[in-house]
């Protein structure tokens, strides 16, 4: 697969292998680590396996903790998208999506609640050492779009790196199975969460 073009989905199946990645809670401007923690899922239904890395609280290590783990993973030859919950962890690690993507060769879809304060993000990466290459990753994202899962439901917002945006239009919305968000993410959050609350450490990869 060439990781420079976007890849292209004859059809979304109901069962597409995704990962969808979060954090876990922290102690924000303080040294340490934080944990990501990452779920497979078969479309927003089944549940397929649990993965576990660590990046640096403010740190820059947070693409390549991901791609690390992604690519290490026996997980890995099944996934078909990332879905990652933002693009910054551990406070503001932020993720290169598009370098995430070419890392992987797999499509990333990041997605948040509302839509991203660029020039609030801009302003707290000025209090961090090598802002500009937070700011880069930050642009590296792209536009924001706007997904509407259905009716009567509030959109979340998405950008996106080796995948268009009526293809992860279509992701999202399939993944959105018993809430407004996608399942793969709304499961890593509850598993980080409560890693964090019981001080709780997995093995990589457990």
């Not at 680590?33 to 990452?38: C, E, L």
Request: aromatic share 6%.
């Amino acid at each position: 697969m060439c990781a420079s073009k976007v890849v292209r989905f004859r059809g979304i199946k109901p069962e597409i292998r995704i990962l969808g990645l979060d954090d876990g809670a922290f102690l924000p401007h303080t040294a340490g680590k934080a944990d990501v923690v990452g779920v497979v899922f078969r479309g927003g239904r089944w549940l397929d396996g649990v993965m576990r890395t660590e990046v640096t609280i403010d740190g820059l290590d947070a693409t390549e903790r991901i791609s690390s783990m992604v690519t290490e993973s026996p997980h890995y030859e099944q996934l078909r998208v990332l879905m990652l919950s933002g693009i910054t962890f551990a406070g503001f690690n932020v993720v290169d999506i598009r370098e995430l993507f070419e890392s992987t060769s797999l499509p990333v879809i990041a997605l948040t609640r509302e839509r991203s304060d660029l020039e609030g993000v801009r302003r707290a990466l000025e209090n961090l050492p090598d802002r500009a290459v937070r700011w880069r990753s930050v642009q590296s994202a792209g536009d924001v779009f706007q997904v509407k899962v259905r009716s009567g439901v509030a959109p979340v917002y998405v950008q996106v790196a080796g995948v268009s945006i009526g293809d992860a239009e279509g992701i999202v919305r399939l993944s959105c199975t018993r809430s407004g968000f996608p399942e793969p993410l709304r499961v890593a959050h509850l598993i980080a969460s409560s890693l964090s609350k019981a001080g709780f450490r997995l093995s990589v990869q457990e």
